[in-house]
């Protein structure tokens, strides 16, 4: 069963527009985290953003927000003011709880592309 | 700040043929994770290790090895490359359980 669904394979946003990005996951552990990776055309993957399961806020890092809706179990990323060096592909992961004795390995969604338009 | 280093960037194989992807890191980081990211996919764990001397199968390991002889060490062998195998592989490291994980640049494979 796929844990993380990122359902837009690719997305386009106007320049210093916002956007959203959707992120499901699947888990029957209390505890879990949520990060968002961003991984322009060069490859490299960079953090972005983390949420954990018992926050109680929404987590915020400058531009990037993440609308965590637990009983919908999804976890958004909303980017705002897009930016062209914004255009990227996106992934969601998630980490859960069971894992930490298994190295606190992460699972990743299949990604969103993003293409920011002038 | 070199953070996670892996090299090659680039390599061409024939089928058959085995090799080192290198990873290091200077972050004294204990947990190291390496994966394998398909075209137009995310990214699958090949192999994860908690700490020197302890390695552990991830989601896809046939066809890899690792070992973990020190900290900042965390080398995957192919054996016997496969066209299946061309992908890019990632490296990553982790301070803690909890923490996000620090990638390298990653290594672009292809098998012929």
């Known amino acids: 069963a796929q844990k993380i669904t990122q359902t837009q394979p690719g997305m386009f946003v106007q320049e210093k527009e916002a956007v959203t990005l959707d992120c499901t996951y699947d888990?029957?552990?209390?505890?879990?985290?949520l990060f968002w990776y961003k991984q322009p055309s060069s490859g490299e993957m960079i953090f972005l953003i983390y949420?954990?399961?018992?926050?109680?806020q929404n987590a915020t890092e400058g531009r990037y927000s993440l609308n965590f809706q637990k009983a919908r179990k999804s976890a958004n990323l909303v980017i705002s003011a897009s930016q062209l060096g914004d255009s990227a592909m996106y992934f969601c992961a998630m980490r859960e709880g069971r894992v930490y004795n298994q190295g606190g390995k992460l699972i990743f969604g299949q990604g969103t592309e993003l293409s920011v338009k002038p | 700040n070199a953070g996670v280093t892996q090299t090659p960037k680039f390599r061409i194989l024939k089928i058959g043929q085995s090799m080192t992807l290198q990873c290091t890191q200077d972050m004294n980081h204990n947990y190291m994770y390496w994966y394998r990211q398909d075209p137009g996919m995310g990214l699958k764990l090949i192999y994860y290790?908690?700490?020197?001397?302890?390695?552990d199968k991830g989601e896809v390991p046939n066809g890899y090895n690792v070992s973990r002889s020190t900290t900042e060490d965390f080398p995957l062998r192919l054996e016997l490359a496969a066209p299946s195998q061309t992908s890019v592989y990632f490296c990553?490291?982790?301070?803690?359980?909890?923490?996000?994980?620090?990638f390298g640049e990653g290594s672009r494979l292809t098998v012929l």
């Open positions: 888990t029957s552990d209390p505890s879990y985290g």
């Open positions: 990553a490291s982790s301070y803690s359980l909890t923490g996000e994980l620090f």
């Open positions: 290790s908690v700490g020197a001397g302890i390695t």
């Open positions: 949420q954990g399961s018992y926050d109680q």
